[in-house]
Nanobody
Framework: QVQLVESGGGLVQAGGSLRLSCAAS????????MAWFRQAPGKEREFVAV????????YYADSMKGRFTISRDNAKNTVYLQMNSLKPDDTAVYYC?????????????????WGQGTQVTVSS
């Protein structure tokens, strides 16, 4: 089992920045690909970014490229999402997820473990 706990969400003005963290415990964190998803009210869960176990591969949703950066520190069992130039449309609950197969996957159903989410609200 893997437990994931997100933190770092909050209220920020448009154009501002936030850094989300996801702390993992349980099985070997460095074996997993880690991803961030988000879900706005009334919408489906949406892929944001993914990073391979080594950190050598990353992939972003088109609307996040150039604004968001995913990274990880395997020594700290933590994955991060740096979010810059935030827009009101970025308002959502942000979830981290772990994939035991270390693939670059975009679908929520392909992930094995999920955190409880952290709320990000961007005001205009």
């Amino acid at each position: 089992q893997v437990q994931l706990v997100e933190s770092g969400g909050g209220l920020v003005q448009a154009g501002g920045s936030l850094r989300l963290s996801c702390a993992a415990s349980g099985r070997t964190f460095s074996s997993y690909a880690m991803a961030w998803f988000r879900q706005a009210p009334g919408k489906e869960r949406e892929f944001v970014a993914v990073i391979s176990w080594s950190g050598g591969r990353t992939y972003y949703a088109d609307s996040m490229k150039g604004r968001f950066t995913i990274s990880r520190d395997n020594a700290k069992n933590t994955v991060y999402l740096q979010m810059n130039s935030l827009k009101p449309d970025d308002t959502a609950v942000y979830y981290c997820a772990a994939d035991m197969t270390d693939g670059i996957k975009l679908g929520p159903v392909e992930y094995d473990y999920w955190g409880q989410g952290t709320q990000v609200t961007v005001s205009s």
